[in-house]
T-cell receptor, first 110, second 114 residues
Framework: SQQGEEDPQALSIQEGENATMNCSYK?????LQWYRQNSGRGLVHLIL?????REKHSGRLRVTLDTSKKSSSLLITASRAADTASYFC??????????FGTGTLLAVQP | EAQVTQNPRYLITVTGKKLTVTCSQN?????MSWYRQDPGLGLRQIYY???????DKGDVPEGYKVSRKEKRNFPLILESPSPNQTSLYFC?????????????FGDGTRLSIL
């Protein structure tokens, strides 16, 4: 399977704490995209990091990319209950196909 | 507003009864695709289309058909649905060749095949 993996599969933290999720991928990427999915809902794009970038910030989100290890991490700082969701990384290659990992379920306790 | 619209959002039906899930985008995107999402398996691509009348299989195409007669529409057809096609389905679109832009996803269609 070409699918990558997110780690951990599930994460439970308290409001105000930071949450870190990791993504390992298998293909040669043009970019790595992170999406959020609230329970049973659609995918919301969070942040895209290109293969020649190492770190990117957007609000409380920080994404890093290590192409030598084929891995990426998503850090959510000062988490809120509203951040409770599943988070997926998607490998963007030369075609427009996205290869998704299996996701991390984040629960932020108020 | 730029959007990808799927219909229906929810459907419960029976084995063997043909059904179609519609997908429409208003962004003039060439590339459209269908994914299914299953617990523990993430999202897997079913079919994709690079442009009108150009479609190809993704990773899990068995039991599905698609068509692309117009640029904005990309329906997913289940000719003879079976219970193993019970899943959450997403349609997505993007400008062809836009390799460093995010894709736009619909809100999903939850299918239950009894």
């Amino acid at each position: 399977s070409q699918q990558g993996e997110e780690d951990p599969q599930a994460l439970s933290i308290q409001e105000g704490e930071n949450a870190t999720m990791n993504c390992s991928y298998k293909t040669s990427i043009n970019n790595l995209q992170w999406y959020r999915q609230n329970s049973g809902r659609g995918l919301v794009h969070l942040i895209l990091i290109r293969s020649n970038e190492r770190e990117k910030h957007s609000g409380r989100l920080r994404v890093t990319l290590d192409t030598s290890k084929k891995s990426s991490s998503l850090l959510i700082t000062a988490s809120r209950a509203a951040d409770t969701a599943s988070y997926f990384c998607g490998e963007g290659g030369a075609t427009n196909k996205l290869i998704f990992g299996t996701g991390t379920l984040l629960a932020v306790q108020p | 507003e730029a959007q990808v619209t799927q219909n229906p959002r929810y459907l419960i039906t029976v084995t063997g009864k043909k059904l179609t899930v519609t997908c429409s985008q208003n962004m003039n995107h060439e590339y459209m695709s269908w994914y299914r999402q299953d617990p523990g398996l993430g999202l897997r691509q079913i079919y994709y289309s690079m442009n009108v009348e150009v479609t190809d299989k993704g990773d899990v195409p068995e039991g599905y058909k698609v068509s692309r007669k117009e640029k904005r529409n990309f329906p997913l057809i289940l000719e003879s649905p079976s219970p193993n096609q019970t899943s959450l389905y997403f349609c997505a679109s993007i400008t062809k060749g836009a390799s460093n832009q995010p894709q736009h996803f619909g809100d999903g269609t939850r299918l239950s095949i009894l």
